[in-house]
């Protein structure tokens, strides 16, 4: 016959109602965790994605000194620059597993049209081929990308950042005077050509932001250094096996020590975002964890109240306390086993809807592009909710196997 | 010698109603020898169900001593009253209380399900105690497929499915026709003689109450007559 957990089903299926409503309940709990963490994992592995491939790199090898001096903004002197860069470069590219290494040079200085508007910038020199070979992105927004080969003399070119561009007035085509000053304080002038227009994403950075070869930059600079290479790896798995391995090639230059830093190290925000969404994730968990709790207790408590006499009858004939808490208790896990699968497969539902509309968020605060509304799939999250709920559903069954075992028998059997 | 299976003594109970108390039970003494088959009567608050309740350890005498098999019983705790119901007696309700999401066979297996008897086992016994009281036929039948009589046979079957010492029954013909009682009557009477099963029962039919060898009479909580065949 039908004991325990077959018993507490049957006894589910009887009001078939109340243990829809008491499925929907933990079926919407689930759902809610499910987008939730479906949402913040596809915001963490988009914002992780979005870091390294424009511009952090995976990994990014320094002069040490540089690194313990740096502030976190793209103004970095070439004082502590990288001179055997090439060397080091092809070193670093002929570890297995890394895409490539692309020179940085970081610049600041004013940016003036032949008309008169001037205004200051911050640059970055990069290596255009290299930064395409690492899977790096450009938001170009007008005109074209910077040319992949070495610029020859005259032949110079440079993204301009819209804010940027506005100020000064220029668009693609347009040429533009860079001044800077040279590692030795004198003033350097070069005209370069707008080849494109971009986006860095935030509003602020936009209004000072271009971007040219690293050879136009250190043209610029009067250098043959470069800030840093930054390493592209083919697999973000291999970031820790990768930065040990640069680490143990590196360790012997005494004289001109190296530092080998993951990008996780020069985005702090990251962790910072990170540490937020996962208090709104637990915030949320904990608000659909004392609902459910509050809820389906409820109901519970209800099923025990309209079977007194039944359980008088099974207190009567000589079943335990313990027995009948086990009863109420397995029909609370059934809820919270099946009300999690149901909400796992209407999660999964939802996740597959929402991803296919395409939709879009507004930009947030300082942003300039609005974000794509994905969802991924957290297989943790599908387990966990089922294991969540299973748990939900325990507790909530404590205050109904209190009443149930509480229930005299002779007042339970005249029940009506 | 051996012990007789119930012996009250002074037995009392009062109950609370608002502001009220009703003494349902005022010092009832009484003694059931094994195997007796007993008839209470008595109009409605004489203390007929509440004499069942506290002698089928449902219930807590509020005075007195009851001694079931020749052991004090009533200050055990509930978990021990739980095991001597489980294991020593059957009770028969006039509303029946199955479980409605049991079949009958399911329903009369109950007991020998929470007292750890095996699977085989206990689908055996618990057929052939349907086949006993004519029933072999409404194995898989739920309660709720099932007549009045019907219903009240597969309680009697799950009563004393698991061999108990005594049967309680408070007004099991009470919710029966005329024709349908006289075969539950014949029915606990059998298990009486055959198993030798100490039967108890209430009842509010005067010609069921004289059917019984011995007779208790009671009025407002106290026994007014207690009558036996053959002079007792």
């Not at chain 1, 008491?22 to 965790?33: C, E, F, M, Q, R």
């Not at chain 1, 001109?256 to 994730?281: H, K, M, S, T």
């Not at chain 2, 709720?144 to 010492?165: F, K, N, T, Y």
């Not at chain 2, 075969?183 to 059998?190: E, G, Q, S, T, Y």
Request: glycine share 10%; charged share 20%; hydrophobic share 50%.
């Amino acid at each position: 016959m039908a004991s325990g957990f077959g018993l507490a089903l049957r006894n589910l299926a009887r009001n078939r109602r109340r243990t829809a409503i008491s499925l929907s309940i933990v079926a919407a709990g689930t759902v809610g965790l499910l987008l939730t963490a479906g949402f913040i994992q596809f915001s963490f592995a988009g914002l992780e994605d979005a870091l390294i491939h424009g511009g952090l790199g995976h990994l990014e090898v320094v002069a040490k000194a540089a690194a313990d001096e740096r502030s976190a903004t793209l103004e970095r002197s070439l004082a502590h620059g990288l001179v055997d860069w090439p060397a080091i470069q092809a070193d670093i590219e002929s570890l297995p597993g890394v895409a490539a290494a692309a020179p940085n040079v970081h610049l600041m200085g004013m940016a003036s049209k032949p008309d008169g508007a001037t205004v200051s910038f911050i640059g970055l020199g990069v290596d255009p081929e290299r930064e395409r070979r690492m899977g790096f992105t450009t938001k170009l927004r007008a005109g074209a990308d910077l040319a992949a080969g070495e610029p020859a003399p005259g032949q110079d070119q440079v993204l301009v950042a819209l804010g940027l561009a506005e100020s000064l007035g220029v668009a693609p085509g347009d040429v533009v005077t860079l001044l800077a000053m040279t590692s030795d304080q004198t003033l350097n002038a070069l005209d370069v050509r707008v080849a494109g227009l971009v986006t860095t994403g935030i509003q602020d950075l936009d209004t000072r932001y271009l971007k040219l070869h690293f050879r136009s930059a250190q043209r610029l600079l009067a250098t043959e250094r470069v800030n840093d290479l930054i390493v592209g790896l083919d697999d973000n798995d291999d970031l820790a096996t990768a930065q040990a391995a640069l680490e143990a090639r590196f360790a012997s230059r005494e004289d001109a020590p190296l530092a080998v830093v993951p990008w996780r190290d020069r985005a702090p925000f990251y962790d910072q975002v990170r540490n937020l969404y996962r208090g709104i994730f637990w915030f949320l968990g904990s608000v659909i964890f004392v609902l459910v709790v509050l809820a389906t207790s409820n109901t519970l408590v209800m099923t025990v109240m309209e079977r007194v006499r039944e359980i008088g009858t099974l207190r009567a004939i000589g079943t335990s306390r313990g027995q009948v808490a086990r009863m109420i208790v397995a029909e609370a896990l059934w809820l919270g086993v099946l009300g999690a699968l149901v909400g796992n497969l209407l999660g999964l539902g939802l996740i597959v809807l929402i991803n296919g509309l395409g939709l879009q968020m507004p930009p947030p605060p300082g942003a300039v592009n609005p974000i794509d509304l994905k969802l991924a799939v957290v297989p943790a999250a599908l387990v966990g909710s089922v294991v969540l709920m299973t748990a939900v559903l325990a507790l909530a069954s404590v205050f109904p196997v209190l009443k149930a075992v509480r229930l005299k028998v002779v007042e339970a059997l005249t029940h009506v | 010698m051996t012990p007789p299976l119930f012996e009250a003594r002074g037995l009392g109970k009062t109950y609370r109603l608002g502001e009220a108390r009703i003494e349902a039970l005022a010092g009832v003494d009484v003694t059931i020898e094994a195997g007796a088959l007993v008839a209470l009567a008595g109009p409605s608050g004489s203390g007929k169900s509440t004499l069942l309740n506290l002698l089928g350890l449902l219930d807590e005498p509020d005075t007195g001593t009851l001694k079931f098999s020749g052991r004090e019983v009533q200050a055990l705790p509930e978990s021990e009253k739980t095991l001597l119901r489980r294991r020593l007696l059957g009770f028969v309700f006039q509303s029946f209380h199955l479980l409605p999401v049991l079949s009958a066979r399911e329903n009369v297996e109950y007991p020998l399900v929470i007292a750890g008897v095996g699977r085989n086992e206990r689908r055996q016994r618990a057929t052939e105690a349907l086949a006993a009281v004519g029933l072999a036929d409404r194995l898989d039948h739920p309660p709720d497929r099932l007549s009045g009589g019907e219903r009240q046979r597969v309680a009697i079957a799950r009563a004393v499915v698991h061999g108990p010492a005594a049967l309680l029954a408070d007004e099991p013909t009470g919710n029966l026709d005329s024709k349908t009682t006289a075969a539950i009557v014949d029915l606990l009477f059998r298990l009486n003689q055959e198993r030798g099963t100490t039967l108890l029962f209430a009842t509010h039919d005067p010609a069921l109450f004289a059917r019984a060898p011995r007779r208790i009479r009671l009025a407002d909580g106290r026994i007014v007559a207690d009558e036996r065949d053959g002079g007792g």
